[in-house]
């Protein structure tokens, strides 16, 4: 027992003052990180111990002084990286440490790692296609579409794999074509466990309260600014949800632009400032009832010649988590 708190004392010591010098190196890519840590040659016969995240380093080696190199290179949806929106900007999250020995004892020197990219600042527009997981529905001289696009917003995804932590732009879109000009709403989302609502299906709410995007209260989900007031792209972090396969439901509205009140509206959290009308910022007081219940304030009968709603689905999307270390060695 003394002899491993001694020791204990000894590595922290010893690492504290190689913090500050220039041993860690980190490279960020666009989907990926390398990590480069030289430790002093006291460390080398505890190569096991040092991690990034949940992994173990890619690569060991002794050099020539006696000291050791531990090469971490990994994509960001593996080490359990953590993914946040700031302004921007995306900011991938996770920690170098040294754990002399298994959880839960605690690690005795731990060393931040940020990755720091643009977020999308605008959906691009699809071309219209012919649906892969997502859905097409034809009403009249409108028609549809929900889809799921890949992470860089430039086309229809061609997976419906997709690892954990990751984004999921969910796109939809009404063509209007000889149509008065609309704008298109999700009124409500939700990640279920079968492709069809049922009394047994296990669900999660995404999108509530005639608008109100919930998940981006509890997480990094936001609306992102619209390139057409005819389409509408929610940008939803993947999440593990129960079992098996994943289909997003939405309700979607294509409504009159001069009729938006508190029940026909996108609003989102915005850390900052609170509940935000993706829209028009200066009236998003329509969203204060997202904390609450959203009901108009005037009758109206359903439709009054404003616009139309359409139940969607995607999917099935399959989540997958791909961290193959545990970091409890």
Avoid at 91 to 101: D, H, M
């Amino acid at each position: 027992m003394i002899t491993h708190f001694c020791l204990g004392v000894a590595f922290l010591a010893a690492l504290a003052t190689a913090v500050a010098d220039p041993g860690i190196k980190v490279v960020c890519a666009k989907d990926s990180v390398r990590v480069t840590w030289k430790v002093a040659p006291q460390f080398v016969p505890y190569a096991a111990r040092f991690f990034l995240g949940s992994c173990m380093p890619s690569g060991w080696k002794v050099l020539p002084n006696g000291e050791g190199e531990a090469t971490f290179n990994y994509k960001f949806y593996d080490c359990r990286f953590t993914k946040q929106l700031k302004g921007k900007h995306i900011i991938y999250q996770n920690r170098l440490s040294f754990r002399p020995q298994a959880k839960p004892k605690p690690a005795i020197f731990t060393y931040p790692i940020n990755c720091v990219q643009k977020r999308p600042e605008q959906a691009k527009a699809p071309q219209f296609l012919d649906p892969g997981t997502g859905v097409s529905e034809g009403h009249s001289k409108l028609v549809f579409h929900m889809e799921l696009l890949n992470e860089q917003l430039t086309e229809i995804s061609k997976t419906n794999v997709i690892p954990i932590g990751s984004f999921m732009p969910i796109w939809a879109a009404v063509e209007q074509k000889s149509h008065q000009p609309l704008t298109l709403l999700m009124d409500e989302c939700v990640a279920a466990s079968t492709p069809d609502l049922q009394p047994g299906s296990q669900i999660y709410p995404l999108v509530v309260n005639h608008g109100c995007l919930l998940e981006s209260k509890r997480g990094s989900a936001l609306f992102l600014p619209r390139y057409h007031s005819s389409a509408i792209v929610l940008y939803l972090q993947s999440f593990k949800f129960g079992m098996g396969e994943v289909y997003i439901h939405c309700t979607m509205v294509a409504w009159d632009p001069n009729g938006l009140d508190n029940t026909k509206k996108a609003c989102h959290f915005v850390k900052e400032h609170g509940w935000e009308l993706l829209d028009n910022p200066a009236f998003s007081g329509l969203c204060d009832c997202c904390e609450s219940t959203c009901k108009t304030r005037k009758a109206r009968s359903p439709g009054a010649g404003k616009g139309l709603v359409k139940k969607a689905v995607i999917g099935p999307l399959t989540i997958t988590d791909q961290a193959p270390c545990d970091g409890n060695l």
